[in-house]
């Protein structure tokens, strides 16, 4: 019978031969390969890791099979990629359920990921010689997010057009700067940046040929390869983070075979994820507006939602919101394992107690700093409405996006020599920014109407 779930026995001949026949189970086949044979007791608790690496990989495969599927029937030209969606909704044997699937399995992967983003980071996962792992996996939720958006633009409807062409403004944020400056005539990063993205000063054809090539060839095949990276990195760190008390242990002390439980039940994850995704596609259709229409812009437009809280920096200052924010937020989280090296609180989560305490602190403080500026700001108005003369350097450098910033950068530093611990700190800036994020994302989906003006909710806009 096999042995299911007991530690992996070190002596006689039947464990020799037992041990031979489950490793090699894994070594001689390419998929089962990618885990070590025998994996580490901590690894397996459901409460780690929540299986959410796992889910978000899954997403990608049900994504890759359903785009496939999805690819032989669009036609990436403005006049038909319209035509070419609702054949696949209306006409196509199964083409809606298979649409739906890869729009929901996309828009999950985006939170799910988050979400593995979030377990990796409160439990100090990326610490010590995990450093690199968490830097590929930010390069991966860029690219999951490029991918989203770049799919975003391919049914040419209404919602598309106009989401990408805002998102495309967006990419020019640099040119407020620039225009300040007055040199945006010879020195244009901004102007590049969104020709580099949509081939020109409007969404057309060139813009559509590059996201359809972008998401179809160039970000799949990215995240595929470093997708192969992170899960070999994952072995060549030793397997799963775990907390110091187990750190000295070599060999196969604590260590459970992968064969056949952990196999079964990443099988069962699997099915779980398409059953999911599967029922979410029978119930919920993907959106589709009528066809683009450059003639008539949407009012309000938005960008898609998981760039609505840079939307919303955007509109107090298309500079700092667009730009310099997004900016240090990226360079924070990339080099946060650089910065916090504090490596005895590796698999922990939140460090002990008092991490914990810093963590529920940053979130309430973050939460009361940006609902109070929005409130002073839709309440009061701000100082373009109290001083119309003022320069705009002074409207580009201090607004909602910038004070939260700065506030939060304040804060980590007090808390870093408050406490005398980097990772505390790390802890505070990194709960309070995703907070802020939470926040301007949940006011750009939900409290902005026409003319990106405040409302309580849509019931309430003006009839156009
Ligand atoms: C396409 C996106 C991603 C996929 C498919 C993926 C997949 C996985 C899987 C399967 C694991 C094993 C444990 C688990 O399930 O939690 C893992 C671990 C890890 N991931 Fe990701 N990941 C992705 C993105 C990210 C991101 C965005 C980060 C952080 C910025 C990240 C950082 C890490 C690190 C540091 C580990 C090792 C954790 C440990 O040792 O406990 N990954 N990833």
């Known amino acids: 019978m096999e042995n299911k779930g007991t530690p992996v026995n070190t002596g006689g001949v039947e464990a020799a031969a037992e041990r031979k026949q489950r490793t090699g189970r894994i070594t001689r086949n390419f998929f089962l390969h990618m885990h070590a044979p025998r994996v580490h007791i901590h690894a397996m608790k459901p409460s780690y890791t929540f299986g959410l690496g796992l889910i978000t990989g899954f997403l990608f495969l049900i994504m890759l099979f359903t785009g496939v599927i999805l690819m032989i029937y669009y036609t990436p030209s403005v006049e038909s990629a319209y035509r070419s969606v609702k054949d696949i909704v209306y006409i196509v044997p199964g083409g809606r359920i298979i649409r739906n699937m890869h729009r929901w399995a996309s828009q999950?992967?985006?939170?799910?990921?988050?979400?593995?983003?979030?377990?990796?980071?409160?439990?100090?996962?990326?610490l010590g010689n995990r450093s690199l792992n968490w830097v590929i996996g930010v390069v991966l939720m860029i690219l999951i997010l490029l991918s989203n958006f770049s799919g975003y633009l391919l049914p040419w409807d209404q919602l598309a057009y106009w989401a990408?062409?805002?998102?495309?403004?967006?990419?020019?944020?640099?040119?407020?700067?620039?225009?300040?400056?007055?040199?945006?005539?010879?020195?244009?990063?901004?102007?590049?940046?969104?020709?580099?993205?949509?081939?020109?000063?409007t969404v057309g054809q060139p813009a559509l040929s590059r996201f359809f090539a972008m998401h179809v060839i160039f970000l799949p095949l990215s995240m595929l390869v470093l997708m192969g990276v992170h899960f070999w990195r994952i072995r060549k760190d030793g397997g799963l983070s775990r907390p110091a008390v187990f750190a000295g242990e070599k060999g196969a002390e604590n260590k459970l075979y992968a064969w056949p439980v952990l196999m079964w039940t990443e099988l069962a994850i699997l099915l779980g994820v398409v059953a999911v995704i599967l029922f979410i596609a029978l119930v919920a259709d993907a959106p589709l507006l009528e066809e683009a229409n450059p003639a008539f812009p949407e009012n309000p437009a938005k960008s898609p939602w998981y760039f609505l809280g840079i939307q919303e920096m955007v509109s107090y200052s298309a500079f700092a919101g667009g730009l310099l924010v997004p900016l240090l937020y990226l360079?924070?989280?990339?080099?946060?394992?650089?910065?916090?090296?504090?490596?005895?609180?590796?698999?922990?989560?939140?460090?002990?107690?008092?991490?914990?305490?810093?963590?529920?602190?940053?979130?309430?403080?973050?939460l009361l700093l940006v609902i109070v500026q929005l409130f002073v700001m839709e309440r009061f108005g701000w100082l373009r409405d109290w001083f119309p003369g003022i320069s705009q350097w002074l409207v580009m450098l201090i607004n909602p996006a910038t004070i939260t910033g700065l506030c939060f950068i304040l804060v980590a530093e007090w808390i870093r020599r408050n406490h005398g611990s980097t990772r505390l700190a790390a802890m505070g800036l990194f709960t309070m920014s995703f907070v802020a994020l939470v926040v301007f994302t949940v006011v750009g989906i939900w409290f902005r109407g026409p003319n990106w003006e405040f409302f309580w909710s849509v019931n309430q806009w003006p009839v156009q």
């Open 331 to 366: 360079v924070f989280l990339f080099s946060i394992p650089y910065r916090d090296r504090e490596e005895r609180y590796v698999g922990v989560w939140f460090s002990g107690a008092e991490g914990a305490r810093v963590t529920g602190r940053s979130a309430v403080f973050a």
């Open 164 to 201: 990408v062409t805002i998102g495309s403004n967006i990419a020019a944020s640099a040119r407020e700067l620039t225009d300040l400056l007055g040199i945006t005539v010879a020195f244009d990063p901004g102007g590049f940046l969104k020709k580099l993205l949509i081939g020109g000063e």
């Open 108 to 126: 999950g992967m985006l939170i799910v990921v988050w979400l593995h983003l979030l377990r990796v980071f409160y439990t100090g996962s990326y």
